[in-house]
C-alpha cells in the first residue's frame, strides 16, 4: 500500500478522533454549566428557606420574649401587692407590740412592787417568829421553873404512864379471856362451826401407800443389770433414789425419801417392759429418764396450777406452786398431801365463811401449810418452819406465813386464820378414814418416847402430845437449874434420834416452873 495512502488514512483517525474529543468535551461543559445553574439555584432557594425560618424564629422567640415579659410583669405587679400587704401587717403587728410592751413594762413595774411588799412582810413574818420562838422558849423554861422537871423527863412520864395503862389494859383483858375461855359456850360455838364445815363438804380419798419393792417383769433385771448396771445407775441418778437389786433378780428396792424421786424410779422401771422404751434405755439411758423428769415436773406444775384454780384463789410464785404440785407424791399415814391440803383448804374457807372473815385468804393460808413437807428430804427442820421461810422469801402475806409456821405451834399464831388454819389441817387429818397407823406401832413409839423422857435424874414427868411430834417433860425446880434443863432438852432429842426411828422432827420442850402456894383462912 502506498505510504500516502496510510498517512492519509491515519489522519483521517487523528483528526476523527479530535471531533470525538472535541465533542464530549463540549458535552461535558455543558452539563458543567447545567450542574452549576442547578447548584446556584438550590444555594438561592436553601439561603431563601433560611431567611424565611430564620425570620420565623425571631418572631417566634420576639412573642415569646414579650409573653414572658409580661408574665414577669404581671408577677411583679403581685409581688409588689403583697409587699405592700405584708408591710402594712408589720405595722400593726408593731403597733400592737407596741402596746403589748407598754402593758409588760406597766405589770414588771407592779411586780417588782409586789416582790418588795412581800420582801418586806416576810421580813417581818421572820422578826416576829424569831420573837415567839423566844417567848416560846422563856415559856417552856418557866413552865420547867414552875413543874420541876424538864420537857423530855415529863414526856418519858407521860409515856411510861401511858405504856403501864396499856399493859394493865391488855392484862385486865387476858384474864377476862382466861376466865371466860373453859365457858362451854365457846365450845359449843367452835364445834357448831368446825360440824358446818364438816356436813358442807363431801369428799372421799383413798389411802395411798408409798411402794418401795417393785417387781420385775421378765426381762427386765436384765436390761437393768446389763452393760455393768449402767440403766440401773442412770435411774438413780436421775431420780436421786438408791435402787437395790433383789438377790434373785425380781425386784428392785426404793430407798429415799423424796417422792417425787421415787414416782420417776417407778415410773422407769414400769417402761422398761416396752421395747420402744427399751430401744431409747439402752441407747442413752440419762435422757431417757430425763425426758421422764422433765415429764413428771409437768405434771407437778399442772396440779400446783389446778389446786389455786379449784379453791379459787390467786396463783402464787411459781417456786410455791411447784411445792404445791409435789404434794401429790406426799404421803402423812397414808393419806395423799395434796388432796389432804385441798380438802383442808375447803374446810378452812367454810369456817372463815361462817366466822365473818376472808374465805380467799384461809384457804390461801392453809393451802400453803404443808409446802414444807415437799423439801423436808432436803432440809432439816420442821416442815411448818420450812414452809413459813420459803413463803415470807418469796412475798407471801405475813398472816399466810404465820398461819403456815403456826400450825404446829412453831410459832406463835399472831391472827384468827392461824387457829383456822390449824383446825383445817387437824379436821381433814382426823376424819375417819383419812390416815392409816397400825395402833401397836403407834402406841410403842408414845410409850419410848416417855420412856426416854423419864429415865434421867430430876424428871418429874413426861407426855408425848401433838400426835407424837413433841415431848413435854417436866422437872423438879429444885432439881435442876436454867442451865441443866437446857442441856437436859439436847440430851434427850440426841438420844430419841439415836434409839428412834420417826418421820419428820419431834420438838422436845423441858419445862421448869417455880410455883409458890399458900392457903388463906
Given at each position: 500500500?502506498?505510504?500516502?495512502?496510510?498517512?492519509?488514512?491515519?489522519?483521517?483517525?487523528?483528526?476523527?478522533?479530535?471531533?470525538?474529543?472535541?465533542?464530549?468535551?463540549?458535552?461535558?461543559?455543558?452539563?458543567?454549566?447545567?450542574?452549576?445553574?442547578?447548584?446556584?439555584?438550590?444555594?438561592?432557594?436553601?439561603?431563601?428557606?433560611?431567611?424565611?425560618?430564620?425570620?420565623?424564629?425571631?418572631?417566634?422567640?420576639?412573642?415569646?420574649?414579650?409573653?414572658?415579659?409580661?408574665?414577669?410583669?404581671?408577677?411583679?405587679?403581685?409581688?409588689?401587692?403583697?409587699?405592700?400587704?405584708?408591710?402594712?401587717?408589720?405595722?400593726?403587728?408593731?403597733?400592737?407590740?407596741?402596746?403589748?410592751?407598754?402593758?409588760?413594762?406597766?405589770?414588771?413595774?407592779?411586780?417588782?412592787?409586789?416582790?418588795?411588799?412581800?420582801?418586806?412582810?416576810?421580813?417581818?413574818?421572820?422578826?416576829?417568829?424569831?420573837?415567839?420562838?423566844?417567848?416560846?422558849?422563856?415559856?417552856?423554861?418557866?413552865?420547867?421553873?414552875?413543874?420541876?422537871?424538864?420537857?423530855?423527863?415529863?414526856?418519858?412520864?407521860?409515856?411510861?404512864?401511858?405504856?403501864?395503862?396499856?399493859?394493865?389494859?391488855?392484862?385486865?383483858?387476858?384474864?377476862?379471856?382466861?376466865?371466860?375461855?373453859?365457858?362451854?359456850?365457846?365450845?359449843?360455838?367452835?364445834?357448831?362451826?368446825?360440824?358446818?364445815?364438816?356436813?358442807?363438804?363431801?369428799?372421799?380419798?383413798?389411802?395411798?401407800?408409798?411402794?418401795?419393792?417393785?417387781?420385775?417383769?421378765?426381762?427386765?433385771?436384765?436390761?437393768?443389770?446389763?452393760?455393768?448396771?449402767?440403766?440401773?445407775?442412770?435411774?438413780?441418778?436421775?431420780?436421786?433414789?438408791?435402787?437395790?437389786?433383789?438377790?434373785?433378780?425380781?425386784?428392785?428396792?426404793?430407798?429415799?425419801?423424796?417422792?417425787?424421786?421415787?414416782?420417776?424410779a417407778r415410773r422407769a422401771l414400769?417402761?422398761?417392759?416396752?421395747?420402744?422404751?427399751?430401744?431409747?434405755?439402752?441407747?442413752?439411758?440419762?435422757?431417757?429418764?430425763?425426758?421422764?423428769?422433765?415429764?413428771?415436773?409437768?405434771?407437778?406444775?399442772?396440779?400446783?396450777?389446778?389446786?389455786?384454780?379449784?379453791?379459787?384463789?390467786?396463783?402464787?410464785?411459781?417456786?410455791?406452786?411447784?411445792?404445791?404440785?409435789?404434794?401429790?407424791?406426799?404421803?402423812?399415814?397414808?393419806?395423799?398431801?395434796?388432796?389432804?391440803?385441798?380438802?383442808?383448804?375447803?374446810?378452812?374457807?367454810?369456817?372463815?365463811?361462817?366466822?365473818?372473815?376472808?374465805?380467799?385468804?384461809?384457804?390461801?393460808?392453809?393451802?400453803?401449810?404443808?409446802?414444807?413437807?415437799?423439801?423436808?428430804?432436803?432440809?432439816?427442820?420442821?416442815?411448818?418452819?420450812?414452809?413459813?421461810?420459803?413463803?415470807?422469801?418469796?412475798?407471801?402475806?405475813e398472816i399466810v406465813s404465820n398461819?403456815?409456821?403456826?400450825?404446829?405451834?412453831?410459832?406463835?399464831?399472831?391472827?384468827?386464820?392461824?387457829?383456822?388454819?390449824?383446825?383445817?389441817?387437824?379436821?381433814?387429818?382426823?376424819?375417819?378414814?383419812?390416815?392409816?397407823?397400825?395402833?401397836?406401832?403407834?402406841?410403842?413409839?408414845?410409850?419410848?418416847?416417855?420412856?426416854?423422857?423419864?429415865?434421867?435424874?430430876?424428871?418429874?414427868?413426861?407426855?408425848?402430845?401433838?400426835?407424837?411430834?413433841?415431848?413435854?417433860?417436866?422437872?423438879?425446880?429444885?432439881?435442876?437449874?436454867?442451865?441443866?434443863?437446857?442441856?437436859?432438852?439436847?440430851?434427850?432429842?440426841?438420844?430419841?434420834?439415836?434409839?428412834?426411828?420417826?418421820?419428820?422432827?419431834?420438838?422436845?420442850?423441858?419445862?421448869?416452873?417455880?410455883?409458890?402456894?399458900?392457903?388463906?383462912?
Open positions: 500500500m502506498p505510504i500516502a495512502a496510510v498517512i492519509a488514512g491515519v489522519a483521517g483517525v487523528a483528526i476523527g478522533a479530535a471531533i470525538a474529543i472535541a465533542l464530549a468535551r463540549r458535552t461535558a461543559n455543558a452539563k458543567l454549566a447545567s450542574a452549576r445553574a442547578e447548584a446556584a439555584g438550590i444555594r438561592k432557594s436553601a439561603q431563601l428557606a433560611a431567611g424565611s425560618t430564620r425570620r420565623a424564629a425571631e418572631t417566634e422567640a420576639r412573642e415569646a420574649a414579650l409573653e414572658q415579659r409580661s408574665e414577669v410583669d404581671a408577677g411583679l405587679t403581685r409581688s409588689v401587692e403583697e409587699l405592700a400587704r405584708r408591710e402594712e401587717r408589720v405595722a400593726d403587728e408593731e403597733a400592737a407590740f407596741e402596746e403589748d410592751r407598754a402593758v409588760v413594762d406597766g405589770k414588771w413595774g407592779a411586780f417588782k412592787a409586789r416582790k418588795a411588799e412581800i420582801q418586806s412582810r416576810r421580813d417581818r413574818a421572820k422578826s416576829i417568829f424569831a420573837a415567839a420562838d423566844a417567848a416560846l422558849a422563856r415559856m417552856r423554861e418557866q413552865l420547867a421553873a414552875r413543874a420541876g422537871e424538864s420537857p423530855d423527863a415529863a414526856r418519858d412520864r407521860i409515856a411510861r404512864r401511858w405504856v403501864d395503862d396499856a399493859r394493865a389494859a391488855a392484862a385486865n383483858r387476858v384474864r377476862a379471856i382466861d376466865g371466860t375461855a373453859a365457858d362451854p359456850e365457846y365450845d359449843r360455838a367452835a364445834r357448831r362451826v368446825m360440824e358446818i364445815a364438816s356436813s358442807r363438804y363431801r369428799n372421799h380419798f383413798l389411802t395411798e401407800r408409798l411402794i418401795s419393792n417393785i417387781r420385775l417383769l421378765d426381762g427386765v433385771a436384765e436390761q437393768l443389770t446389763g452393760n455393768d448396771d449402767l440403766i440401773l445407775h442412770s435411774i438413780a441418778q436421775v431420780a436421786n433414789v438408791q435402787l437395790l437389786m433383789s438377790e434373785d433378780g425380781t425386784a428392785v428396792r426404793l430407798d429415799g425419801l423424796d417422792g417425787v424421786g421415787r414416782e420417776i414400769s417402761r422398761l417392759t416396752k421395747s420402744k422404751h427399751q430401744d431409747e434405755a439402752a441407747a442413752d439411758p440419762v435422757a431417757w429418764v430425763t425426758k421422764l423428769k422433765d415429764q413428771l415436773h409437768r405434771e407437778i406444775q399442772s396440779l400446783g396450777k389446778k389446786a389455786f384454780t379449784v379453791l379459787n384463789v390467786k396463783q402464787a410464785h411459781p417456786e410455791i406452786v411447784d411445792l404445791v404440785g409435789r404434794l401429790n407424791w406426799r404421803t402423812s399415814y397414808t393419806q395423799n398431801q395434796w388432796l389432804h391440803a385441798v380438802e383442808a383448804s375447803f374446810l378452812c374457807g367454810m369456817m372463815a365463811d361462817e366466822l365473818g372473815l376472808d374465805v380467799g385468804m384461809a384457804r390461801r393460808a392453809c393451802l400453803l401449810h404443808d409446802i414444807g413437807k415437799s423439801l423436808t428430804h432436803e432440809i432439816e427442820g420442821s416442815h411448818a418452819v420450812i414452809g413459813a421461810d420459803i413463803a415470807r422469801r418469796l412475798g407471801e402475806d398461819a403456815i409456821g403456826s400450825h404446829h405451834a412453831d410459832e406463835p399464831p399472831t391472827s384468827i386464820y392461824a387457829y383456822l388454819v390449824a383446825a383445817g389441817d387437824a379436821m381433814s387429818g382426823a376424819r375417819p378414814g383419812a390416815r392409816r397407823m397400825m395402833t401397836t406401832e403407834y402406841g410403842n413409839r408414845i410409850e419410848d418416847l416417855e420412856r426416854i423422857g423419864t429415865s434421867y435424874r430430876g424428871v418429874e414427868r413426861a407426855y408425848a402430845v401433838h400426835g407424837g411430834r413433841e415431848l413435854r417433860v417436866y422437872v423438879k425446880e429444885g432439881q435442876l437449874s436454867d442451865l441443866e434443863a437446857v442441856e437436859l432438852s439436847t440430851n434427850i432429842a440426841r438420844r430419841i434420834s439415836d434409839e428412834m426411828t420417826f418421820p419428820g422432827q419431834i420438838k422436845v420442850t423441858v419445862i421448869r416452873a417455880y410455883e409458890a402456894v399458900s392457903v388463906a383462912s
